[in-house]
């Protein structure tokens, strides 16, 4: 599977990322990519840790003529987001993703890539396995659960590097360097409802918002996608008002720091009312359509009959639940007033599930500035009190503050200028990166991050540009070799 990998350039990092694509490594399962790094490690006579928590460290000395520069760490982390589409069959836990090639993009068949982060892991093990490259005194940190939880940057100890200069191979827009990113947290609303007996005169549906592009809460929020989930609470708050439907059951989006691209309802209507709410589906759904028609060109709202469910929502916690839903903000909330065209603050409604008798509500908020990070999960955490949720935060993770004079930064910018006659961009992310808790551990740690371009990320769309995974590699070995003396 995926020999195609074989004919690609550069050759040495494809090596690597071919076997990954076959371990399983969702989120908080890591175990399998954790093992297999340790065996990498070991099996090429390097130092190698793995540490409480699954996070692997593997050393390798400097290379003749390199002794006397400064010790570096490529870091980069270990599990995937794992997306597919509906319709594809197929188990993270178990199957391998298969890629193929089109138009220079590297792809997956229904599934995540995996290329956040799996293209940083099989960089840094292609410098490790490498005989040729030269470069100062390496440890490469491989983390767990980033994506989900960034449970192993919490978790890594504050004596474990050896290293005062960290590259952050987790980045997705080949040109831009990123010397900064947004702090966040997660704020999750427990709705408790009373299901009773399904109706037996009323006719059975399902609405189905299928087609959009999700994509990353933090990189992409900014890009006027729409989220399935504040699409179908407004096509049923109408219904709700003009028709007498009943709400049965909600699978709306997934993943915490994903835009939900997909959404399923399941509802009954009064048959005097049928007709109403098809023609309001119907309306609303042209609307739509033309609303994100630059955006989201393949939005798709589909209705159809289906069995009769057997519980069905109480009409009182129905409008509850859909009045809470509208007010709970998503997308963009605050600009910088430094930066041009920077994301400040933001936040996401990134998951709807109704587990027995709870409605169980996912958002994220993500913001540069701590006070207004503070503010945003407060007018979430409002909005589900007034819903009569239970509520709750995760612990959060900081920021990582820009550093304009960083020495690492001026080594990277003048390698690329060198290499490709041009300036990179230099900027902070919106998006979330292991930078900043790595930084609290280790105050002074003199950081960046790059990689390839990615885009689609953490949903079934993702691709990588090929030709900037050659860029990115050029780069990075261009940087080493120009790592400052001690």
């Known amino acids: 599977m995926n020999e195609h990998l074989d004919n690609l350039e550069p050759k040495a990092v494809f090596e690597q990322f071919k076997p990954i694509l076959s371990i399983p490594r969702p989120s908080k399962k890591e175990d399998k990519m954790s093992a297999y790094l340790k065996q990498w490690g070991e099996s090429h006579n390097l130092e190698t840790i793995v540490d409480k928590v699954g996070n692997v460290i593997i050393r390798k000395p400097a290379t003749k003529g390199m002794e006397d520069r400064k010790m570096v760490c490529l870091q980069s982390h270990m599990d995937m987001v794992c997306e597919k589409n509906s319709d594809k069959v197929f188990d993270f836990e178990k199957d391998a993703i298969e890629t193929y090639v089109e138009d220079g993009w590297l792809k997956a068949k229904g599934t995540t890539l995996g290329a ?108 006027g996608l729409a989220c399935a989930n504040k699409l179908f609470t407004r096509i049923f708050w109408k219904l709700n008002t003009e028709c007498k439907i009943k709400l049965c059951n909600i699978e709306g989006g997934n993943l915490r720091n994903a835009i939900a691209r997909e959404a399923k309802v399941w509802f009954m209507v009064n048959p005097n009312d049928e007709q109403r709410m098809l023609q309001i589906v119907k309306e609303m759904t042209e609307s739509m359509q033309f609303e994100f028609r630059t955006t989201e060109s393949n ?115 003048k390698s690329y200028e060198r290499l490709f006659g041009k300036k990179p961009i230099v900027r902070a992310i919106h998006a979330g990166l292991e930078c900043g808790l790595i930084g609290k551990k280790y105050p002074g740690m003199d950081m960046i991050s790059f990689g390839p371009t990615l885009r689609g990320v953490h949903s079934p769309d993702e691709k990588m540009d090929i030709h900037t995974l050659e860029m990115f590699w050029q780069h990075t070995l261009d940087i080493l070799k120009n790592i400052p003396k001690k």
Not at 307 to 335: F, K, S
Not at 341 to 362: G, Y
Not at 392 to 400: F, K, L, R, V
């Open 116 to 223: 956040d982060d799996g293209i940083g892991v099989a960089t840094a093990l292609a410098i490790l396995a490498s005989n040729d490259i030269p470069h100062p005194d390496l440890e490469c940190l491989f983390t767990i659960d980033e994506e989900t939880g960034l449970t192993g940057a919490f978790n890594l100890g504050n004596d474990v590097l050896k290293s005062r200069i960290l590259i952050n191979l987790d980045s997705e827009d080949e040109g831009e360097m990123f010397i900064g990113c947004a702090g966040g947290v997660d704020t999750l609303g427990y709705m408790p409802i009373t299901m009773e007996p399904a109706c037996q005169k009323a006719m059975p549906y399902l609405l189905h918002i299928k087609g959009l592009k999700g994509g990353h809460s933090g990189d992409d929020i900014n890009k």
């Open 299 to 413: 939005l798709n709202i589909t209705i159809e009959k289906t069995d009769r469910p057997q519980t069905m929502m109480t009409r009182e916690d129905a409008t509850r639940l859909l009045n809470c839903l509208y007010a709970i903000p998503h997308g963009v909330l605050a600009m910088s007033r430094e930066i041009p065209n920077f994301v400040e603050t933001s936040t996401n409604l990134a998951s709807i599930k109704i587990k027995e008798n709870e409605v169980h509500i996912v958002t994220s908020q993500r913001s540069s500035v701590e006070s207004a990070l503070e503010a945003a999960k407060t007018r979430v955490e409002a909005c589900m009190l007034l819903g009569g949720c239970r509520v709750e935060h995760t612990d959060g993770y900081p920021g990582w503050t820009p550093n304009t004079d960083s020495e690492i930064l001026d080594v990277v910018v």
